[in-house]
């Protein structure tokens, strides 16, 4: 078992509409990010996270620590947002502060 | 600005040659990682390094090697003991200690032929 899991691995949703993705980790970790993959392979970084929720714009996570699970949502979806959404964990076990990645979601948002 | 630059952007390779892939930063950042990407599959640590002249293998480092002379520089060598060398390469970076995000590479595509 992955210690980072996505759910969905594939959405599509239409213009307009309230999207959720979904990360569980099953280590004890120090930050939880999520990234945003375009289709030209570079990586942005979305959010960091340690507790509670964070808001950008349209997008916004929230984690919760005691149940090991972080949610992205993004609302008002637009075609734009079209990518493959990551979660990544530091875990506190692990050495030179390194990430651990979900599989990735893939979102597709039809106009 | 500052950010992480990946040369080259595509890169073509023939079976049993070394190739060196490269990472630049000038954001002043003390660790700096490779991961490998292949389809459906998370990013795989390479190789990292927290201090210059100072690197520790990650997950999946056999047939790679990377050197630290510079803070701002991470090349990454691909040999020809790499089995199966053809995936994308993504260069990170990370600010020990300040507690911000990750800066990450546009990447190279790397191919075998």
């Known amino acids: 078992k992955n210690e980072v899991e996505q759910s969905p691995q594939n959405l599509t949703a239409q213009e307009g509409e309230f999207i959720t993705i979904n990360c569980s980790y099953s280590v004890g970790i120090s930050a939880l990010h999520w990234l945003q993959q375009h289709p030209g392979g570079g990586i942005v970084s979305l959010f960091m996270l340690s507790s509670g929720k964070k808001k950008h714009g349209r997008l916004i996570a929230t984690i919760n620590i005691q149940e090991k699970h972080s949610s992205l949502h993004i609302t008002a979806s637009h075609p734009r947002d079209s990518a493959v959404y990551i979660c990544?964990?530091?875990?506190?076990?692990?050495?030179?502060?390194?990430?651990?990645f979900g599989e990735g979601t893939q979102l597709t948002v039809n106009p | 600005d500052g950010g992480i630059t990946q040369s080259p952007k595509y890169l073509f390779r023939k079976e049993g040659q070394n190739v060196t892939l490269s990472c630049e930063q000038n954001l002043n950042h003390d660790a700096m990682y490779w991961y490998r990407q292949d389809p459906g599959q998370g990013l795989r640590l390479i190789y990292y390094s927290q201090i210059v002249n100072d690197f520790q293998k990650g997950d999946i480092a056999e047939g790679y090697s990377v050197s630290r002379e510079k803070k701002e520089s991470f090349p990454l060598t691909v040999t020809s003991a790499q089995k199966n060398p053809t995936a994308f390469y993504l260069c990170?970076?990370?600010?020990?200690?300040?507690?911000?995000?990750?800066?990450f590479g546009s990447g190279t595509r790397l191919t075998v032929v």
């Open positions: 990544a964990v530091r875990s506190r076990e692990t050495s030179g502060s390194r990430l651990t």
């Open positions: 990170a970076s990370y600010p020990r200690g300040l507690g911000y995000g990750y800066t």
